[in-house]
């Protein structure tokens, strides 16, 4: 049975961090894909960002150069550590995996066939 735990989230002021964490068990060979998305109230889920076993990652531009992605593949876990948080990054976020090499280079949910309960985050101004 695969499971996806997150865990990290919480409230911060604005300009604040946060590091969010994914453990993800219940396959023998791991997943190619580890990922994050989000979702805020009334909005559709969206990519922020994700990394392949190879190490290649991408990112959503919302959250260049202020979020970075990172794994341990010995673990099956991923990170996402979020610096200059902005009000506008309050969302749930949802850690996803799939195996497949190339789903990291997807931005829809659709690519990822399984899903975490999500991780509250939210910026205050």
């Known amino acids: 049975q695969v499971q996806l735990v997150e865990s990290g989230g919480g409230l911060v002021q604005a300009g604040g961090s946060l590091r969010l964490s994914c453990a993800a068990s219940?396959?023998?060979?791991?997943?190619?894909?580890l990922g994050w998305f989000r979702q805020s109230p009334g909005k559709e889920r969206e990519f922020v960002s994700a990394?392949?076993?190879?190490?290649?990652?991408k990112y959503a531009d919302s959250v260049k150069g202020r979020f970075t992605i990172s794994r341990d593949s010995a673990k099956n876990t991923v990170y996402l550590q979020m610096n200059s948080l902005k009000p506008e990054d309050t969302a749930v976020y949802y850690c996803?995996?799939?195996?497949?090499?190339?789903?990291?280079?997807?931005?829809?949910?659709?690519?990822?066939?399984?899903w975490g309960q999500g991780t509250q985050v939210t910026v205050s101004s």
């Open positions: 996803a995996a799939d195996p497949r090499p190339l789903s990291f280079t997807r931005t829809d949910s659709t690519a990822y066939d399984y």
């Open positions: 219940g396959r023998p060979f791991g997943f190619s894909t």
């Open positions: 990394i392949a076993w190879s190490g290649g990652n």
